[in-house]
């Protein structure tokens, strides 16, 4: 009895492992999803190929369309999703400022359609003025004036008065206007990165029209020559253009508008 009951008993046994190891057996294996990160694609903007001087005429070649993150985009930039004809849109503008290999192309300093470099240079409402200065270079800081300087101009004159009083000829100098902007010396317009400059014969600054009127009428009763500033006078230019400088009160008249005004030169 014994032992049929042990038979039974393994009997029991052997048959539940055996069920236990099917029903594992039939279990599902479970299988984990792998997510793959997702793929990053990055906008392409417009970009210069090379360094372009102010007064530089773009060509196909000096465009690019460049891999940019987007978060870093903004809304000067030239996105090839929503401008994909940037390059030909660009071809022939003229830089109104310099750019350097790999900056973004900004449309807000380019001019399209202009008939000519200076009308480019020039902000809307400025006038570009033609002076005489020695050609040598000795009334422009030695030569090492560059288009896009800001200078004083100063008026060297013959004091008359002074000259009948000492019986010998005595010269004044004044200073007529304040940080202005050089356009050209000469036929230069370009920034030659710091290195002089070919020295020509006259100088074009960007003035106002009140502005053109006194240097005009300066030239005219004296001879005229450029201190160069500060280049950090560039920034403080951006407030508004030069300012006329501090006159005397022995001068000649200007007649604005019909109405005659002392304009403080001697």
């Known amino acids: 009895m014994k032992i049929a009951r042990l038979l039974v008993v393994g009997v029991a046994v052997a048959a539940g492992g055996t069920a236990l190891i099917l029903m594992n057996r039939s279990k ?19 970009t210069m190929t090379r360094d372009v001087p102010l007064g530089t005429i773009l060509e196909p070649n000096d465009m690019a369309w460049t891999p940019w993150p987007a978060a870093a985009i903004t809304a000067t930039m030239v996105v090839e999703k929503k401008d994909p004809q940037g390059i030909t849109q660009n071809v022939g503008a003229i830089a109104r400022e310099s750019f350097y290999k790999g900056d973004p192309v900004n449309p807000e300093k380019l001019v399209k359609g202009a008939t000519g470099f200076m009308s480019a240079l020039l902000p809307s409402g400025m006038r570009a003025v033609a002076i005489n200065i020695e050609g040598s270079g000795a009334t422009s800081a030695g ?4 288009p896009n300087d800001r200078v004083d101009v100063l008026r060297t004159y013959n004091d008359a008065t002074a000259t009948r009083i000492n019986g010998i000829p005595t010269y004044g100098v004044q200073t007529v206007l304040t940080n202005v902007r050089v356009l050209a010396i000469g036929q230069n317009i370009k920034d030659q990165k710091g290195k002089p400059t070919v020295v020509g014969s006259n100088a074009t600054l960007e003035l106002t029209p009140e502005q053109t009127e006194t240097i005009s009428l300066a030239q005219k009763t004296g001879s005229l020559s450029l201190a160069l500033r500060s280049i950090t006078d560039s920034n403080q230019a951006k407030n508004g253009p030069g300012t006329d400088a501090p006159q005397s009160n022995q001068g000649f008249t200007v007649v604005r508008y019909g109405i005659a005004q002392d304009a403080g030169l001697n």
Do not use: M, N, S, W
């Open 28 to 46: 599902p294996v479970e299988v984990k999803a792998v997510v793959a990160a997702p793929v990053v694609v990055p906008d392409h903007i417009l």
């Open 143 to 146: 030569g090492f004036i560059l």
